[in-house]
């Protein structure tokens, strides 16, 4: 469980909206194979609800980090940003496979910081890269394409690779 949050001032008023920013420390921040390079804390902006069946916590939450392009494999910043739309209930809930849902404690007080990083996780890119238009590195020499036109020669492709029937299709040949 990480840093708890107490909420019992929403608690006392049923659906009155109340808001709430703040900042998350994350030490390291690895998603799958990726792995970020956290440039600053975490921010987040909220507002918490409480409803009938528990708290609505709806907002956003973004983590500004480093990356290496999967394309190029230059370093770029970017700032992963993510909706935030969790439920606290009042009672222990579970799902359909008997995981347990976000709950508010007995003494009034949440783990924001779980579902904040969780949200985090789920819009973090699986493959980011710097720039939708990135070139990418040549295959051959290892250059960056993005810094000028390698020196290798497009003839170098094997044509018994199962795709180099496609190389003639988008050069126009009929071979």
């Known amino acids: 469980m990480g840093t708890t949050l ?3 001032y929403a608690l006392d008023e049923k659906f009155v909206p109340h808001p709430l920013a703040g ?20 921010s987040y902006e909220v507002t918490m609800t409480a409803l009938e069946e528990g708290l609505l916590a709806q907002g956003t939450v973004w983590l500004p980090v480093s990356a290496r392009c999967v394309r190029c494999l230059e370093p770029f910043e970017m700032t992963i940003t993510s909706p935030v739309d969790s439920m606290f209930y009042y009672v222990a809930t579970v799902d359909d496979d008997g995981d347990p849902y976000p709950e508010v404690d007995e003494y009034g007080h949440i783990d924001l910081e779980a579902e904040l990083i969780e949200d985090l996780v789920v819009a973090a890119p699986f493959a980011p890269i710097h720039d939708p238009s990135c070139k990418g590195i040549c295959s051959v020499c290892g250059k960056n394409r993005n810094a000028g036109q390698c020196t290798c020669e497009d003839d170098l492709l094997d044509e018994r690779h199962p795709f180099a029937a496609l190389d003639s299709l988008l050069n126009g040949s009929d071979e």
């Open 23 to 42: 900042t998350l420390d994350i030490d390291e921040f690895i998603v799958g194979d990726q792995a970020f390079a956290v440039q600053a804390p975490a």
């Open 6 to 8: 107490d909420v019992n």
